[in-house]
């Protein structure tokens, strides 16, 4: 049974840094595309970062030369280190495994609240 588990979030300073982490299990990961979205009160979910199996990475515009995804295929995981953070940067950020090769298969993590004070 896939399991995905956010973990990282809390409360910062603008300006500050955070790294968040997601661990999956039960999926064989070195096939998922992993993603980050993230979730604002009132708005609708966006995506921030994704990274290939094979590493390649594209990111949101808001998260563009302040954030980094990156992944570990020996830990299952994902992570995404960011910079600068903003109070526009306050959500609910969730991770996303989507595999590249059954389309039915999509998971959703609970979701880790990064809050940024002015």
């Known amino acids: 049974q896939a399991l995905i588990v956010e973990s990282g979030g809390g409360l910062v300073q603008s300006g500050g840094s955070l790294r968040l982490s997601c661990q999956t299990s039960?999926?064989?990961?070195?096939?998922?595309?992993m993603n980050w979205y993230r979730q604002s009160p009132g708005k609708e979910r966006e995506l921030v970062a994704t990274?290939?199996?094979?590493?390649?990475?594209n990111y949101g515009a808001s998260a563009k030369g302040r954030f980094t995804i990156s992944r570990d295929n020996e830990q299952f995981a994902v992570y995404l280190q960011m910079e600068n953070l903003k109070p526009a940067d306050t959500a609910v950020y969730y991770c996303?495994?989507?595999?590249?090769?059954?389309?039915?298969?999509?998971?959703w993590g609970q979701g880790t609240q990064v809050t940024v004070s002015s």
């Open positions: 996303n495994a989507v595999s590249t090769t059954y389309s039915d298969r999509n998971y």
């Open positions: 039960g999926i064989a990961f070195i096939y998922y595309t």
């Open positions: 990274i290939s199996k094979d590493r390649n990475t």
